[in-house]
Each structure stands twice: as C-alpha cells, then as structure tokens.
C-alpha cells in the first residue's frame, strides 16, 4: 500500500497533530519528515494533554513504528525532555526509530541563530530562536553533524573540535564569548548512549513496510506556506514542508505516495514576521485568538488570526496534488455573525490568482472577498454534515470550490473524538 502524506495549508498550526493521530489508528509506520523543535503539535487523548515537538504522533499507537525521519534537525536534548514525559505518562517508546541520517541541531546552532536574528533588527524573520535555520544551513554546506556520529566517539571527538574552532570565530564577531568543545563533547557522549537504542537505517524499514504493503503515514511539520522555494521567502521556514519534502524527508519516492492531506483552519494564522493578507488587527482577530487560544506552542507567542485565504490555499492544493483536506478548529467560529473568504488578490488594479513570489509585492496587495453568514451556533458536539447548521455546510461548501478539493474530515474540538468524518473520511 503506497504512503499517505499529511501536510499543513497554510502557515502551521493548523491541527496536523490531531488528524495524524487519528489516521495513525490503522498505520504500521508513522514518520516525521522535516523541520525540527521549531515546530510543535498538540494532541489530547486519554492519557493527558501533550505538547510534542520532535516525537511523531503515532508513538500513542502501540502497533506503529514512529520514526524519526532523515530530512528532521534533532535536538538532542529537546529529544529527551519529550521521551521523559511520555514515559512519566505512561508512554513506552520501543517502537520509535531516528534516522542516523538526520542531522543534530548543536549548541551553537541556537546561539548564531538568536544573534542573527537580533541583528536583523526590522526585518526580523521571527524564528523561534531553537536553531533550526543554522542546523540547516550547516547541512546544506556539508558541514552539519550527524546522528550517525554520534556512534564514532573518534571521529566526533575531531569533528566537533573543528567545528567549534570555526563557530567561535563566527561568535567572536558579534561579541559573544566561545563555546567549550570539551564540554560539547561530554554531553554529546552522554547523548549517544542515550539515543544509541533507537537509531536505525529509517529510510530501509519505510521501504520494507511498504513492500510489506503495509500503511505508511508521513507527518509534516509546519505548512507548505512557509516551504523555503513556494512559501513567503524570506518569512519561511529552512526546511522544505511540502509532499515533495516530506518524501525527500521520509526517504520515499514520489510515485509511492497514495495521498496527500492537507489541513487547513478554518480560519488563518500565522507566527512571526511575514505576509499576510487577511490578518485581522482589531476585536474580530482578538476574538478568534482569545477563543482559540491561538499562542505557540513552541515559544507561547500569539499568532495572528485572519479570514481563510483560499488564493493561498487553492496555491497549496495545487502544487501538492491535494484532493482532500482536513478542516480544523471550525468550533471556533460559532459565534461570529458573519465570516469572510479571501477569493482574490488585487494589485494596482490588477487580480493576481496565486501568491507573488517577490517579497516587495505582497504590500500592494489587497484581498478580495466574499462574504457569508455566520451560524451562530455550538457545533462541538457534531459528528456528520447533517448536524451541523446549513450556514456553517454553506462555509464548508465555499471553501471547497475555492480550494478544489474536497473536505474530508472536519475538527470541531480539541480531543480525537471530537471530529466529523465526511462519507468515511480519509479512513476508507
């Protein structure tokens, strides 16, 4: 059975925690294809409330292989934290595999990263200040460290050596005092017989699983609008949060791939810096913010809420071969009197139907939309279509034909059960 591909449409946080969940029920392998502890997923289930940032979502699904894929940056540290309170909660972790071809997100990653960020003044992108832009950057100029070096304590021993050598004349230039390699070292001995059980040739069992025709289910991180080619560059991500990605992450080919998902809120938001067209800056953002406790849960900043945009959606739907979506947090609508979809881009005069590569041409845009009413009504406690108000089906509708494919599965809570699944759902 090919993989199924779970990705998010906008800019992160759109719920991709709870529907992997979900469709982790039925997976052999669930893996974590990209990005690092920059980005965060939330799940509710009967053991608690967790806030994951490196650990796939399938590890609560005792049949499933959770794997840390290659194209992820692990903290090491950061790592461990989340594996100590699974097991504190009751979570046994044998089944969970990293990729000792992923990269380690070192100690000086954070620091350059922090100092960067600090000297863009302005123009900060608005990173979580984790690394992950460094650790990245580092990989690309082959200069990165490996999970796989972790178990060559000689080879480390020298790499590290001159790798501190060299990042401390990079810290030197913004005043910063140096990095210790001796102590680097120590704790990344410490972090090697740690790791040491699960670290695994991932690529090879996504592969021997699907020989096997078993379930694969690829979890990515972030959203394609932060992707470093097809998002809004520079206010992206390092990594490449796509289907394309998330194969090139997983250790994958393209043709193997039976789905991709992606999720969408039924509203937007975003973190940090960046374009955003249909950002609301008055009570009706601060209303969707406060009601939807829209914080981060990696670094607690509020996100900025807006409208749906379905130009950028409709954007993401097409370049990753979308058929069906998930559609969260649709509860947090209820109490608004009317909503509005983002249906075009205007420009000087001129209608633009996908978003502008240039980063000086997002401010001239202004959003076109159409309105709806609202429904005015609790829907938490729907699980079809035809319990829901027909203004909250028409909105659903709305979003459909602008996106282009279909709405699959619709979350109207916060806990697993809480979730309409349209015609089966993407479980059938």
């Given at each position: 059975?090919?993989?199924?591909l779970v990705i998010g449409g906008q800019w992160g946080d759109e719920g991709k925690g709870k529907i992997v969940d979900a469709l982790a029920e039925q997976a052999a392998v669930v893996v974590r294809a990209t990005g690092g502890n920059n980005a965060g997923h939330t799940i509710l289930n009967p053991l608690g409330k967790f806030k994951m940032h490196l650990v796939p979502a399938g590890v609560f699904h005792p049949q499933a292989t959770s794997i840390i894929g290659n194209g992820v940056v692990i903290?090491?540290?950061?790592?461990?934290?989340?594996?100590?309170?699974?097991?504190?909660?009751?979570?046994?972790?044998?089944?969970?595999?990293?990729?000792?071809?992923?990269?380690?997100?070192?100690?000086?990653?954070?620091?350059?990263?922090?100092?960067?960020?600090?000297?863009?003044?302005?123009?900060?992108?608005?990173?979580?200040?984790?690394?992950?832009?460094?650790?990245?950057?580092?990989?690309?100029?082959?200069?990165?460290?490996?999970?796989?070096?972790?178990?060559?304590?000689?080879?480390?021993?020298?790499?590290?050596?001159?790798?501190?050598?060299?990042?401390?004349?990079?810290?030197?230039?913004?005043?910063?005092?140096?990095?210790?390699?001796?102590?680097?070292?120590?704790?990344?001995?410490?972090?090697?017989?740690?790791?040491?059980?699960?670290?695994?040739?991932?690529?090879?069992?996504?592969?021997?699983?699907?020989?096997?025709?078993?379930?694969?289910?690829?979890?990515?991180?972030?959203?394609?609008?932060?992707?470093?080619?097809?998002?809004?560059?520079?206010?992206?991500?390092?990594?490449?949060?796509?289907?394309?990605?998330?194969?090139?992450?997983?250790?994958?080919?393209?043709?193997?791939?039976?789905?991709?998902?992606?999720?969408?809120?039924?509203?937007?938001?975003?973190?940090?810096?960046?374009?955003?067209?249909?950002?609301?800056?008055?009570?009706?953002?601060?209303?969707?913010?406060?009601?939807?406790?829209?914080?981060?849960?990696?670094?607690?900043?509020?996100?900025?809420?807006?409208?749906?945009?379905?130009?950028?959606?409709?954007?993401?739907?097409?370049?990753?071969?979308?058929?069906?979506?998930?559609?969260?947090?649709?509860?947090?609508?209820?109490?608004?009197?009317?909503?509005?979809?983002?249906?075009?881009?205007?420009?000087?005069?001129?209608?633009?139907?996908?978003?502008?590569?240039?980063?000086?041409?997002?401010?001239?845009?202004?959003?076109?939309?159409?309105?709806?009413?609202?429904?005015?009504?609790?829907?938490?406690?729907?699980?079809?279509?035809?319990?829901?108000?027909?203004?909250?089906?028409?909105?659903?509708?709305?979003?459909?034909?602008?996106?282009?494919?279909?709405?699959?599965?619709?979350?109207?809570?916060?806990?697993?059960?809480?979730?309409?699944?349209?015609?089966?759902?993407?479980?059938?």
């Amino acid at each position: 059975m090919p993989a199924r591909l779970v990705i998010g449409g906008q800019w992160g946080d759109e719920g991709k925690g709870k529907i992997v969940d979900a469709l982790a029920e039925q997976a052999a392998v669930v893996v974590r294809a990209t990005g690092g502890n920059n980005a965060g997923h939330t799940i509710l289930n009967p053991l608690g409330k967790f806030k994951m940032h490196l650990v796939p979502a399938g590890v609560f699904h005792p049949q499933a292989t959770s794997i840390i894929g290659n194209g992820v940056v692990i903290d090491p540290k950061g790592l461990l934290d989340e594996l100590a309170i699974l097991k504190r909660a009751g979570v046994d972790t044998p089944r969970l595999r990293i990729s000792d071809r992923a990269h380690l997100v070192m100690p000086w990653h954070p620091l350059i990263d922090k100092l960067e960020e600090q000297q863009r003044g302005g123009s900060a992108i608005g990173t979580t200040g984790r690394g992950i832009g460094p650790a990245y950057a580092d990989r690309a100029s082959r200069t990165g460290v490996r999970v796989a070096d972790l178990r060559d304590e000689a080879f480390l021993t020298a790499k590290v050596n001159d790798l501190v050598e060299r990042k401390n004349k990079i810290l030197s230039l913004y005043d910063a005092p140096p990095l210790d390699a001796r102590q680097i070292l120590e704790e990344c001995f410490s972090f090697a017989e740690q790791l040491e059980q699960y670290i695994a040739p991932t690529e090879m069992l996504v592969q021997d699983a699907l020989d096997r025709g078993e379930e694969v289910l690829v979890e990515g991180a972030q959203a394609a609008l932060l992707d470093l080619d097809f998002g809004t560059y520079p206010y992206v991500t390092s990594s490449f949060p796509t289907a394309a990605g998330s194969c090139a992450g997983a250790g994958i080919a393209p043709t193997q791939v039976r789905e991709t998902l992606a999720v969408f809120k039924a509203y937007s938001t975003r973190v940090g810096g960046g374009p955003f067209p249909t950002e609301l800056a008055d009570a009706t953002g601060d209303h969707i913010r406060e009601r939807g406790q829209e914080y981060g849960t990696t670094t607690g900043r509020p996100r900025r809420c807006g409208w749906f945009d379905a130009v950028a959606g409709r954007y993401v739907v097409r370049l990753n071969d979308v058929e069906r979506i998930a559609l969260t947090r649709f509860d947090i609508l209820d109490t608004l009197p009317e909503l509005r979809i983002c249906v075009g881009y205007e420009a000087n005069g001129t209608k633009i139907d996908h978003p502008p590569a240039g980063e000086g041409q997002w401010s001239g845009i202004t959003p076109i939309y159409e309105t709806l009413p609202g429904w005015q009504s609790d829907t938490s406690a729907a699980r079809s279509l035809d319990e829901l108000p027909a203004a909250a089906r028409r909105y659903i509708e709305r979003i459909e034909g602008s996106l282009g494919a279909r709405v699959a599965l619709i979350g109207v809570g916060p806990s697993r059960e809480q979730m309409i699944r349209v015609d089966g759902g993407v479980l059938v």
